[in-house]
Nanobody, 122 residues
């Protein structure tokens, strides 16, 4: 499965941006992570069969949604802050087999996209 992320760019603080991630095949869960300058990779959000979960730093500001027919997940980012500046990566888990996952950790995913840069200016 290949993942193609898009939608990054430069936006002013308080603004909005929508990221998209299209998978080349069916997936069971798709998530977003981000890595800011000098920071570790951080869980942002996951969408799995309509179930969603968010990292604490984005709750109430970001919304993840998915389109099963298009194998695509979207990340609507509102009220952006300079600390949201990061490379955003999408990731996918392709099989529902095995123990339930939280999808908050990188190792729970099978495939990764190339990343898209989001820069929030103050």
């Amino acid at each position: 499965v290949q993942l193609q992320a898009s939608g990054g760019g430069l936006v002013q603080a308080g603004g909005s941006l929508t990221l998209s991630c299209a998978a080349s095949g069916r997936t069971f869960a798709m998530g977003w992570f981000r890595q800011g300058p000098g920071k570790e990779r951080e869980f942002v959000a996951v969408w799995s069969g309509g179930r969603t979960d968010y990292g604490d730093s984005v709750k109430g500001r970001f919304t993840i949604s998915g389109d099963n027919a298009k194998n695509t997940v979207y990340l609507q980012m509102d009220s952006l802050k300079p600390e949201d500046t990061a490379v955003y990566f999408c990731a996918a888990h392709i099989t529902p087999l095995g123990a339930p996952r939280s999808y908050e950790y990188s190792y729970e995913y099978d495939y990764w996209g190339q990343g898209t840069l989001v820069t929030v200016s103050s």
